[in-house]
């Protein structure tokens, strides 16, 4: 399956845990996205990254929420200290370029807070 | 406030009816495009229409985009069980970045 790969698909965490989310973009993107999904709700933008680069992150709180996308391996959305209203559906998408056309989506990381 | 706003915000039909959903924003656009999202999966793209055009087709869609009203309009035609999904307009603005920015969604179920 040469799509995008995020895992892991279901995350668990107490309250002041941390939450790392991967996601892998399909083959020959370089561009990567993480949307940020509450139930019921639309998409909300977090962090744009290029391979070793943070181009945008807007989206993205300032405290607690990081992102990187090194130059090898996957992206990662990394939470420190967690808090029940972080829990969301996070979701990565990819594309060859610059905003050239469609996003690919991955199916999502689900992150509950207990 | 969200860049594109649909309406309406659910959507129930009969199967082998059409369903029509709205697509509004504030800012121009260099693109629109339409998304689907099945329970708990990711998005998939549907269509993109550009600025320059005005209605596009793809299969039993059917995407219009009006500039002067910044607005879009998405059909499906002869819907199915399976077209059961939330679907989603996401606009490409230069005031917005290099991001695409999601509106809030139609949830339209097609009853069989």
């Known amino acids: 399956n040469a799509g995008v790969m995020q895992n892991p698909r279901h995350l668990v965490r107490r309250r002041g845990q941390e939450a790392r989310l991967r996601c892998s973009p399909m083959?020959?993107?370089?561009?990567v996205y993480w949307y940020r999904q509450l139930p019921e709700e639309g998409l909300k933008f977090m962090v744009y990254?290029?391979?070793?680069?943070?181009?945008?992150e807007s989206g993205m709180p300032k405290e607690r929420f990081s992102a990187e996308f090194p130059k090898e391996g996957p992206s990662i959305l990394r939470i420190q200290q967690v808090v029940r209203g972080d829990s969301a559906a996070y979701f990565c998408?990819?594309?060859?370029?610059?905003?050239?056309?469609?996003?690919?989506f991955g199916e999502g990381s689900r992150l509950t807070v207990l | 406030s969200q860049q594109g706003e649909e309406d309406p915000q659910a959507l129930s039909i009969q199967e082998g009816e059409n369903a029509t959903m709205n697509c509004s924003y504030k800012?121009?656009?260099?693109?629109l495009q339409w998304y689907r999202q099945n329970s708990g999966r990711g998005l998939v793209h549907l269509i993109l229409?550009?600025?320059?055009?005005r209605e596009k087709h793809s299969g039993r869609l059917r995407v219009t985009l009006d500039t002067s009203k910044k607005s879009s309009s998405l059909l499906i035609t002869a819907s199915r069980a399976a077209d059961t999904a939330s679907y989603f307009c996401?606009?490409?603005?230069?005031?917005?970045?290099?991001?695409?920015?999601f509106g809030g969604g139609t949830r339209v179920l097609v009853k069989p």
């Open positions: 229409i550009r600025s320059n055009e």
């Open positions: 990254l290029q391979k070793e680069n943070i181009i945008d």
């Open positions: 998408a990819s594309s060859r370029g610059q905003l050239t056309g469609e996003l690919f």
């Open positions: 800012t121009s656009i260099n693109n």
């Open positions: 083959k020959g993107h370089s561009h």
């Open positions: 996401a606009t490409d603005a230069e005031a917005a970045g290099n991001k695409l920015t």
